[in-house]
Nanobody, 119 residues
C-alpha cells in the first residue's frame, strides 16, 4: 500500500516562498513509470494540477505557475518537494501530493495540507 504524507507550514506571508514536502512509503519515487505530482485546491474552487517530478527526475510544471515553481526530490529519503516563490493570497489552498503512471489517473493521494498566505 502506497502512502503519501504532505508536510509544511500552514501559514506563509505574501512574497515569501512556500515549501512543502511529500514523504512516500510503500513505493519508491524512483520506480520506473512512477510520476509524483502536486495538486492544489483553493477554497471553493476545483483541483489545479501544479506539476510533477518523474521517476527519472525530470519535471513538468503547470504553465501558469511555471515561473514560480520548483519540484525536487530526495531519493535517499523517498521524498519530493514543492517550492512556490513569491506567493500571494491567491496561492491559499489545500495542497496534495499524488502518484500516477504515465498514462493513468492519480491512484494514490496524500491527505492534503492547508496553506494560507496572509500577513
Amino acid at each position: 500500500q502506497v502512502l503519501l504524507q504532505e508536510s509544511g507550514p500552514g501559514l506563509v506571508k505574501p512574497s515569501q516562498t512556500l515549501s512543502l514536502i511529500c514523504t512516500v512509503s510503500g513505493d519508491s519515487i524512483s520506480t520506473s513509470d512512477n510520476y509524483w505530482s502536486w495538486i492544489r485546491q483553493p477554497p471553493g474552487k476545483g483541483l489545479e494540477w501544479v506539476g510533477f517530478i518523474a521517476y527519472s527526475g525530470s519535471t513538468h510544471y503547470n504553465s501558469s505557475l511555471k515561473s514560480r515553481i520548483t519540484i525536487t526530490r530526495e531519493t535517499s529519503k523517498n521524498q519530493f518537494t514543492l517550492q512556490l516563490n513569491s506567493v500571494t493570497p491567491e496561492d491559499t489552498a489545500t495542497y496534495y501530493c499524488a502518484r500516477h503512471r504515465a498514462t493513468g489517473p492519480f491512484d494514490s493521494w496524500g491527505q492534503g495540507t492547508q496553506v494560507t498566505v496572509a500577513s
